[in-house]
């Protein structure tokens, strides 16, 4: 089945900095991925989705890149800042079921001033 | 905005130990999950439902039971809790073609 491998594990940026999140996958037919965001003792909020058939996709202060031929995912949080400090995880939807998520690792940020 | 609730918070209980998590939703979505989150593993699905009566086997449901009364509640079952069952339990719910929302969490300890 479809597996997901998260890098790093752990991540500390200066504040300005950009942070790059990246996570690969194994189904070369995944179609939907997810980035979820953790902060401190919280529960997970969706910070973007993003179907197969778009590439680039950016939000407030980050950008998600898709390369299938790669089956690649990342995330890169342009000019970081302290509120960012968060656990970070990456999910795709396989192929062989679509009612599930497979989740990456996690990276846990550290924002520091 | 969805709502998932989940109860207890925080439980604490001794090896052999008779567990239930309850999860809660109102949003009026179909699929319900129970996840366990461990450092290094990330969240990983334990049993899922499609609906009341309805109940599906994740991908680590070994010691776990679960039973979807309702529409809205889900619960999970640890009828012989041990050590490694000492972990982070999400649930979440999910309309079709939507995204998963989570409740709080619930900290479970097995003693």
């Known amino acids: 089945g479809e597996q997901v491998e998260q890098r790093p594990p752990h991540l500390s940026v200066r504040e300005g900095d950009s942070a790059v999140i990246t996570c690969t996958y194994t189904?070369?037919?995944?179609?939907?991925f997810f980035w979820y965001k953790q902060e401190p003792g919280a529960s997970l909020q969706l910070l973007m989705k993003?179907?197969?058939?778009?590439e680039i996709n950016e939000g407030q202060g980050f950008t998600v890149l898709l390369n299938k031929k790669d089956k690649r995912l990342s995330l890169n949080l342009t000019a970081a800042h302290p509120g960012d400090s968060a656990a970070y995880f990456c999910?795709?939807?396989?192929?062989?079921?679509?009612?599930?998520?497979?989740f990456g690792q996690g990276t846990s940020l550290s924002v520091v001033p | 905005e969805a709502a998932v609730t989940q109860s207890p918070r925080n439980k604490v209980t001794v090896t052999g130990g008779n567990v239930t998590l309850s999860c809660r939703q109102t949003n009026s979505h179909n699929y319900m999950y129970w996840y366990r989150q461990d450092t290094g593993h990330g969240l990983r699905l334990i049993h899922y439902s499609y609906g009341a009566g309805n109940l599906q086997i994740g991908d680590v449901p070994d010691g776990y039971k679960a039973t979807r009364t309702t529409q809205e509640d889900f619960f999970l079952l640890l009828e012989l809790a041990s050590p490694s069952q000492t972990s982070l339990y999400f649930c979440?719910?999910?309309?079709?073609?939507?995204?998963?929302?989570f409740g709080p969490g619930t900290r479970l300890t097995v003693l």
């Open positions: 979440a719910s999910r309309k079709r073609g939507d995204e998963q929302y």
């Open positions: 999910a795709v939807r396989p192929s062989s079921s679509f009612s599930k998520l497979v």
């Open positions: 993003v179907f197969s058939s778009t």
């Open positions: 189904d070369p037919n995944s179609y939907y």
